[in-house]
């Protein structure tokens, strides 16, 4: 199970700070992940890890604002949202992947939590 959490509403140019605690399964063995979903789009990626955190990745239009992080022995993955813009705002979702590594795509994700959601005024 993930659990997400963090969400809010904020300015334009504020932080904001996302946790996604996973209990159930071995959460230090898996890769992690936070997508996206803004409304009437589809859902993207947005940052990954793996499972030592030696390995991230950013989509494009976050990098050097976003840090994704993880702290094992929490089971917990954390999403560090600073210099937030309007198009930052959506449901964000973290997900545990069935491999060690860090994925862009959601067929490495098979465990989804329930979404928190940001909101970012201009």
């Known amino acids: 199970q993930l659990q997400a959490s963090g969400g809010g509403l904020v300015q334009a140019g504020e932080s904001l700070r996302l946790s996604c605690r996973v209990s159930g399964r071995t959460f230090s063995n898996y890769g992690m992940a936070w997508f996206r979903q803004a409304p009437g789009n589809e859902r993207e990626f947005v940052a990954s890890i793996n499972w030592v955190s030696t390995s991230t990745y950013y989509e494009d239009s976050v990098k050097g604002r976003f840090t994704i992080s993880r702290n094992n022995a929490e089971n917990t993955v954390y999403l560090q949202m600073n210099s937030l813009k309007a198009e930052d705002a959506a449901v964000y979702y973290c997900?545990?992947?069935?491999?060690?590594?860090?994925?862009?795509?959601?067929?490495?994700?098979?465990?989804w939590g329930q979404g928190t959601l940001v909101t970012v005024s201009s």
């Open positions: 997900a545990a992947s069935f491999r060690s590594g860090a994925y862009e795509t959601e067929e490495f994700y098979a465990y």
